[in-house]
């Protein structure tokens, strides 16, 4: 399932009552985004429900012990006593609702496996009495990714709900978008929509959406050689010589302030690479005085670039506001079989 279905499905489910007995395990490729969602379910879940974030814990149990699940031994008085660490003790009985995030459960070794099937299905850490409020979301890689992923116990698995995660292109954009990804790199990614992810475990670096988020953090005014290295360390040679031979072709555009200026006999231009790059560029200088006539130019390409350029600026979060123009009304009208 990709990423928008999973979250709101995960949500539907938690919502009915006992929904919070259910515990989906998100299971995809390295790098995905599997934790991105995880974490965006969380964040609503606690919005609807109030949940402070001392309650919102995450847990990584391939880089814990047991005895992080347990606790330690209090020896004072007559008896042993359990002293629970204090991140599960934040999600002990009788504190409302909470939110358990699992990481990267498929890692853990069976030792670690064995104190997770009872925090999953009897809602105990150790002797802890765990919240009967208490949401729980796992995610984990596949086994056939060569990511360090160990085969979960029978036990384990079936205590959950395995679901499969699966890039998709229009989640990607939209969540770029929303965090602000670089404009080029989103153009890129539209125009080369196979290498968001192309994940092949015999490659030691890989082009996948947590890669490209890197990518775009890159600064602006390295020399073209070094930008390559940081390119190329974050997805692969191949995909980085593709990048940045496109970064080039973005830096020698035609004018954007003549298409700003003359919106309507600007040229356009006929390779594709180049009306993607471009798309990419007038999404960082549009602004509410020059839309309408950058709406104008956009609209004598092809729809589909007509498309890009209209979904991410209203997918961003320092555009939005096109969605309250007249343009946006005559795009809705004109495509509202790609709107709804």
């Excluded at 953090?217 to 593709?242: N, Y």
């Amino acid at each position: 399932m990709k990423f928008s279905n999973l979250k709101q499905s995960i949500l539907m489910q938690f919502a009915v009552p006992g929904g919070n007995k259910v515990v989906p395990f998100i299971m995809g490729k390295p790098g995905g985004g599997k934790s991105s969602c995880a974490r965006e379910i969380a964040a609503a879940l606690a919005e609807k429900l109030s949940i402070p974030k001392e309650r919102i814990v995450e847990f990584n149990p391939s880089l814990r012990e047991p005895s992080d699940i347990l606790g330690l031994p209090d020896l004072a008085g007559e008896y042993a006593r359990w002293v629970p660490p204090a991140e599960l003790y934040a999600l002990r009985q009788g504190v409302g609702p909470c939110i358990l995030i699992i990481e990267e459960l498929s890692d853990a070794q069976m030792d670690m496996q064995n104190p997770m099937c009872r925090i999953i299905l009897d809602r105990y850490a150790g002797q802890l009495e765990l919240s009967s409020e208490l949401y729980i979301i796992a995610t984990g890689n596949r086994t056939e990714d060569r990511s360090g992923a160990s085969r979960l116990s029978t036990k384990l698995a079936n205590r959950m709900r395995i679901l499969n995660f699966e890039e998709d292109l229009d989640d990607w954009m939209k969540w770029a978008s929303n965090h602000d990804v670089n404009p080029v790199l989103r153009a890129f990614i539209s125009f080369r929509p196979n290498l968001l992810s192309d994940f092949d475990p015999k490659r030691a670096l890989n082009p996948t959406p947590r890669a490209w988020e890197d990518v775009g953090r890159i600064p602006d005014g390295m020399e073209p050689s070094v930008f390559m290295e940081h390119v190329k360390g974050c997805v692969g040679e191949g995909a980085a010589a593709e990048y940045v031979g496109f970064v080039k072709l973005f830096n020698e555009l035609p004018d954007i302030d003549d298409i700003v200026r003359h919106p309507e006999t600007a040229e356009l231009p006929e390779q594709v690479s180049i009306r993607y790059a471009v798309v990419g560029k007038l999404l960082t200088v549009i602004k509410k005085t020059n839309f309408s006539g950058v709406y104008k130019y956009v609209g004598r390409l092809n729809p589909e670039f007509v498309v890009l350029f209209m979904k991410g600026a209203g997918d961003s979060p320092k555009t939005r506001w096109v969605m309250r123009t007249p343009e946006w009304a005559d795009f809705a009208s004109k495509y509202k079989e790609v709107m709804f």
